[in-house]
């Protein structure tokens, strides 16, 4: 019996990475399902244009279906570019032979404005593949192709999804509506005769790869067994997580990341580990003297470019305070319960974004000076310098101290101090790689 999955991609190569075959194999491996291929066509191509396309000859990928479904099976199974008629007719012929489902990404015309699909192949694929569709996945532009209507709001995509289904007999369409204006992309679609919406917050990212990676996504949850309308919502939470944490690499639109919704959960459970035994290692210390009054936080951040926000960062729910001749720490480890020090740390990554974690002490002159005799480096910053602007914002202070300090050091401070204010503790920040470089340091000072 075979355990895992399997999802076949019947598209083009993208050289760059980021959309085509590409992008479908990383999403099937971030759904934890075995990739197959079958190749269309090879673009050169980065993220600012395509400057070449190769076709494959239409009996070599209709050949390298039939070899995967033959011997390994196929539980569901996507195309993206199809480049020509020819092509179109091959995928046609060997895939009606099966019975996976089918969902057709129309590629039309990359985002760099290169056509992916000839003109006169566009009859082709409403003749001949739509039909096959368990869903259809076009975006604005090439749901009016297929239409023949104008869509400008999400009344007409629902008018454009339903037209599409019933004049190629596709089985369900999904007009997507990142093109649409308005702060939400909702994307409409039409199965079984009704019709549901997905929406979510349009977000600021990397958009190359987009529909490859979302019809992607789908295939493999349909293969994984779920249900149309399920695989489209776990689909559209993994687009919209992929373009926010793109990798701004190249000159053009940067790629869609489909490694951010595997990457931040594992990444989330290791810091989660290494944090927990570092805070246990440090109530095992027993520093008494080093807890400020309002309590010590010690901080490990997701690496960037995950981390964002004070969600991003873990910390000690409720701190880690004196105990009687111990110290204790009163939570467990969590993201998002920190917020003086994640705000420290998050300003300080801006800088040094391999500088993961804190720790806040207590300050006295007397661990400043034991501290730069063990050789770390200290910088500071002063609250009464603080501009009336970031006074007035809400949680700016952290972040601006922690950039003065950055800038008036020559070389990176291992320790940031500020002297306090009306109201506010003097305090030091202890700052590492990760919490056993920041045990390291604190244990210099004791
Ligand atoms: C080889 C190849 N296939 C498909 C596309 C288009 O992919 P898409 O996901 O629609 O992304 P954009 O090109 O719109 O960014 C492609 N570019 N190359
Ligand atoms: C008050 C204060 N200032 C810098 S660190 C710190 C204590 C830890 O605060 P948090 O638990 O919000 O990170």
């Not at 990404?105 to 000839?118: E, F, H, N, Y």
Request: hydrophobic share 40%.
């Amino acid at each position: 019996m075979r355990l895992v999955k399997t999802a076949l991609t019947i598209a083009g190569s993208d050289s760059g990475g980021g959309a085509g075959i590409e992008a479908d194999l990383k999403t099937f491996t971030a759904f934890g399902v075995h990739g197959l291929v079958a190749i269309t066509s090879v673009t050169a191509q980065n993220t600012t244009s395509v400057t070449a396309i190769h076709d494959i000859p239409p009996e070599v990928v209709a050949e390298q279906i039939r070899a995967v479904v033959e011997d390994i099976g196929v539980d569901a199974a996507k195309t993206g570019m199809l480049s020509n008629a020819e092509i179109i007719k091959a995928v046609a012929k060997t895939v009606e032979k099966y019975d996976f489902p089918l969902v057709v990404d129309p590629v039309m015309i990359a985002k760099s404005g290169a056509p992916l699909l000839r003109e006169d192949a566009v009859d082709a694929l409403v003749k001949y593949i739509l039909p096959l569709a368990t869903l259809v996945t076009p975006n604005r532009f090439e749901a009016e192709k297929l239409s023949g209507m104008e869509i400008k709001t999400v009344e007409d995509a629902r008018r454009a999804a339903k037209k599409i289904a019933e004049e190629t007999g596709a089985k369900a369409v999904i007009v997507k509506g990142g093109h649409l204006s308005g702060e939400y992309a909702i994307d409409v679609l039409y199965h079984n005769g009704t019709f549901k919406e997905y929406r979510a917050p349009k977000v600021e990212g990397c958009t190359h790869g987009t529909g490859c990676s979302f019809s992607a996504a789908i295939t493999a949850n349909l293969a994984k067994g779920l249900g149309l309308e399920d695989a489209i919502g776990v689909a559209k939470k993994f687009i919209t997580l992929g373009i926010a944490t793109g990798h701004r690499i190249g000159h053009g639109h940067c790629p869609v990341n489909q490694s951010a919704w595997i990457e931040i959960p594992a990444e989330k459970w290791r810091i989660y580990k290494e944090l927990s035994e570092a805070v246990r290692k440090f109530e095992e210390m027993s520093p008494v003297h080093l807890i400020p009054e309002v309590g010590t936080n010690f901080v490990y951040s997701l690496p960037l470019p995950y981390a964002r926000t004070i969600e991003d960062v873990a910390g000690v729910k409720g701190r880690i305070v004196k105990y009687g001749n111990s110290v204790k720490a009163v939570g467990p480890v969590e993201f998002g319960v920190s917020d003086h020090l994640a705000r420290a740390v998050l300003a300080y990554m801006r800088f040094y974004p391999e500088y993961r974690s804190a720790i806040n002490v207590r300050y006295s002159e007397e661990i400043v000076e034991l501290a730069k005799e063990q050789g770390l480096k200290v910088s500071f910053y002063d609250r009464r310098e603080e501009p009336i602007e970031v006074k007035e914002k809400e949680g700016a202070t952290i972040p601006w101290g922690i950039e003065t300090a950055v800038k008036r050091a020559k070389n990176r401070p291992d320790i940031i101090y500020h002297l306090g204010d009306i109201g506010k503790e003097p305090m030091i920040i202890i700052f590492g790689k990760n919490p056993r470089e920041v045990l390291e340091k604190v244990r210099l000072i004791l």
